[in-house]
């Protein structure tokens, strides 16, 4: 699978006046970051429309940032006359799984799809992933350097958002500490503007809900390997409150627990069964994930399962890593 190369991408966009774009499932800071970064540019420097979608609502911390009221919540894709737009463009989503579409969307309009997932599918007309860079935002910056396009505090603001997230706070990037610093210098407020809204905002229910999974954190031994599992029913998942991409969450809260490879967590939501993997000793988890039928990056990755008891998804779980077979990166 090829990338398109930065100009052919540019040259399309350019000339598009009405833009249709998504934010992924159960959304993070990185697909809130790279939609609003683009669509400010598109609208800043072109004769451009850019509506931005999502069907799930943010994360607690992403409500409190301005930007967030750009987009409109409970829709889909497909909830749209799509031939109204020039195209859709993805940012930071690997699959159309990752959306609430599926790819018979895509026969009906022009796609443009920018990611960093190491399993993207390049799904759309136009694809661009770099599975290097720690974040979309930190892809999309780097094809804004390319289109030469002005960096100001408002588009640096947004980009940094995406960077700091999907760094884990600078946590296992130190290529995203560099782009941070080239952001700060266009003068983002960095720490009113991005670590106050999200790092010291955590409502207690959230709290609440990372006590749940590290209650029930226990340790399996398989091989030589230790692999942290934390499974969560649906009621209780339900008396804390939590949506889904505060569900999302919790394996970032668990990975931190010491003497372990890796972890999964399993969630139980109304119709399936959420599932995340988190790589602590360069275990590829992805390879675990793309056998349960999901994808994502050698060091976090994600799957959905069909509905089940808990403990048979567990049981599942355990039977794919058995037969993928533990690989380091
Ligand atoms: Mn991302």
Redesign the pocket.
């Known amino acids: 699978m090829k990338n398109n190369s930065s100009e052919e991408i540019f040259n399309k966009i350019k000339n598009c006046k009405n833009i249709l774009m998504t934010l992924h499932k159960g959304p ?1 800071g ?2 809130l970051a ?1 939609c609003c970064a683009m669509k400010y540019f598109l609208e800043r420097d072109f004769d451009c429309k850019v509506k931005i979608i999502s069907f799930d609502k943010l994360p607690y911390e992403s409500n409190e940032l301005r930007f967030s009221k750009e987009i409109e919540f409970g829709k889909k894709l497909e909830d749209f006359k799509l031939e109204k737009f020039d195209c859709i463009i993805f940012v ?1 989503t690997g699959l159309m799984k990752m959306t609430h579409d599926n790819e018979e969307t895509l026969k009906k309009i022009f796609t443009i799809n920018v990611d ?2 190491e399993t993207n599918s390049y799904f759309a007309n136009l694809n661009y992933v770099d599975s290097s860079k720690h ?2 935002c930190s892809v999309l910056m780097h094809l804004l350097k390319e289109w030469q396009i002005n960096f100001d505090k408002e588009l640096s603001t947004r980009l940094l958002l ?1 960077i700091y997230t ?1 760094s884990g706070f600078f946590s296992h990037s130190a290529e995203a500490i560099k782009e941070a610093a080239f952001l700060i210098d266009k003068k983002v407020d960095y720490v009113n503007e991005i670590v106050n809204p999200i790092k010291y905002n955590f409502p207690l229910n959230i709290k609440k809900y990372f006590s749940l999974i590290t209650d029930a954190f226990k340790i399996v031994e398989f091989e030589n390997y230790k692999i942290g599992i934390s499974t969560v029913s649906k009621e209780e998942i339900e008396k804390t409150g939590v949506n889904l991409s505060e569900v999302r969450g919790g394996i970032n809260y668990l990975q931190e627990i010491g003497g372990i490879d890796f972890l999964f967590t399993l969630a139980e939501l109304n119709n399936e069964i959420k599932g995340s993997f988190r790589s602590r000793k360069n275990i590829d988890v992805s390879l675990f994930a793309v056998e349960l039928g999901g994808g994502g990056h050698k060091l976090a990755a994600a799957f959905t399962l069909e509905k089940m008891p808990l403990e048979k998804a567990e049981e599942k779980v355990l039977e794919a890593i058995k037969k993928v077979g533990v690989h380091k990166i």
Do not use: E, R, T, W
């Open positions: 993070d990185d697909s790279g930071d960093h997932h974040s979309a995406g999907d």
